[in-house]
């Protein structure tokens, strides 16, 4: 079973009709997902890649049903793209855009939460969520790994895609790319809560990096809520201190934010944790194969 992105998810693009947004709609469609539009108030009326482009998702939604949302804008225009999806009430927008400005984010994030959290925010600066064999929204690869009983969440989106691939073999049931930006819609904590109440996922890999201490907090959530089995790996052992390495959000300030620190706390309430993706899927695979 799916969280969030399932076989029945419709999914409409915001910049359907960008170099970006028609690559990977064609790439989303290859891959099974139920692509119903795209959206871009220009282009209006015009039918691309075989699919209505509407003005609007709120009127995109009202012709075609759709519950999701990826969103392939340029930075400056992102804020305006995911407001408009909150204010239609669509359950679901990936934002997959990358150097979207810092208050914009957390502007639309506050907006978000005024008007009741109706819709849930993955990214930005994401690969997005892949439910494999099911659905797929965003830029993960589809043909990578198989369904299966793992559960991943994941800031970086490379590392995403290795740890899918070392544990093809035992598949995945949902993988979620939350990004690595300093502001993010969807954390760490919400995929373990909801990989925690999903009956057939079995086991979660969590892969976080240097900077800030969201894996501190997932660990804390970890020890009073999630009883499957977790496995993480921490990116970033070799980081020098006061450099940004990959994501605006991965930056270490003193003992604050190391990959020690964030896998001291994960190794304390019981989170096995890999020095390497290989090791951490090698601890993974003994894992699934003793239950």
């Known amino acids: 079973m799916a969280i969030w992105l399932t076989e029945n ?11 970006e947004g028609t690559k990977h709609t064609r790439r989303m469609l290859a891959a099974g997902a139920k692509v119903v539009g795209g959206v871009n108030a220009r282009k209006a009326g015009i039918i691309h890649e075989g699919l209505p482009v509407f003005g609007t998702v709120k009127e995109a939604m009202a012709e075609t049903g759709a519950d999701v949302s990826v969103v392939f804008v340029p930075p400056a225009a992102t804020k305006a793209a995911v407001m408009e999806a909150i204010d239609a009430e669509i359950p679901l927008c990936v934002v997959i855009t990358e150097g979207v ?24 600066n994401c690969p997005g969520i892949a439910s494999p064999g099911k659905s797929n929204a965003g830029i993960i690869p589809a043909d ?3 369904p299966g ?8 989106g490379t590392l995403t895609y290795q740890l899918m691939y070392e544990l093809r073999d035992i598949g995945f049931s949902t993988c979620v790319g939350i990004g690595g930006d300093p502001v993010i819609g969807t954390t760490h904590i ?9 009956p057939e996922t079995e086991a979660i890999v969590l892969i976080g990096e240097i900077g800030g201490d969201a894996e501190e907090r997932a660990a804390a959530f970890i020890e009073k809520h999630v009883t499957k089995p977790v496995v993480g790996y921490v990116a970033g052992f070799t980081a020098p201190e006061g450099k940004t390495m990959g994501h605006a959000g991965a ?9 020690q620190a ?26 699934i194969k003793s239950r």
């Open 190 to 198: 919400d995929a373990l809560k909801a990989f925690q109440e999903d």
């Open 9 to 19: 998810s419709k999914i409409i693009v915001q910049g359907m009709t960008g170099s």
């Open 101 to 124: 400005p810092v208050h914009d984010t957390t502007e639309f994030w506050a907006y978000a939460v005024s008007k009741g959290n109706k819709t849930r925010i993955i990214g930005p």
């Open 251 to 259: 930056i270490i300030s003193g003992s604050s934010g190391t990959a």
């Open 144 to 146: 990578i790994t198989n």
């Open 262 to 287: 964030k896998k001291e706390a994960l190794e304390k309430v019981g989170v096995r944790v890999g020095r390497t993706p290989s090791e951490t899927a090698r601890i993974m695979r003994e894992i």
């Open 149 to 156: 009983p793992i559960g991943l969440v994941s800031k970086s």
